[in-house]
Nanobody, 115 residues
Framework: QVQLVESGGGLVQPGGSLRLSCAAS????????MGWYRQGPGKQRDSVAI???????NYADSVKGRFTISRDNAQNTVYLQMNSLKPEDTAVYYC?????????WGKGTLVTVSS
């Protein structure tokens, strides 16, 4: 069972940047897909960005050009670099891993974008 721990959330002003980290309890080398999801107040949980084992990425239209997902297999960590943050990016951000078809989730980290 993969355990995921997110970190890096916090309060940031509009236009600012944050980098989220997701540390896995085991090697992520064989995990096919890892990603970041978010759930804003009163909203459903939506995909933000995913990255495959081969390094292919996919982003939600709302974050394209602003967010970058990356993975460091040696550190068993996935990152989400978030730039040009907007108030509508405020949400709890969750890390996700799909291993052998089973999904695993972290507990989330809160990102608040406000002046």
């Amino acid at each position: 069972q993969v355990q995921l721990v997110e970190s890096g959330g916090g309060l940031v002003q509009p236009g600012g940047s944050l980098r989220l980290s997701c540390a896995a309890s085991e090697s992520i080398f064989m995990i096919n897909v890892m990603g970041w999801y978010r759930q804003g107040p009163g909203k459903q949980r939506d995909s933000v960005a995913i990255i495959t084992r081969g390094g292919d990425t996919n982003y939600a239209d709302s974050v394209k050009g602003r967010f970058t997902i990356s993975r460091d297999n040696a550190q068993n960590t996935v990152y989400l670099q978030m730039n040009s943050l907007k108030p509508e990016d405020t949400a709890v951000y969750y890390c996700n891993a799909i291993k052998y078809g089973s999904p695993y989730w972290g507990k989330g980290t809160l990102v608040t974008v406000s002046s």
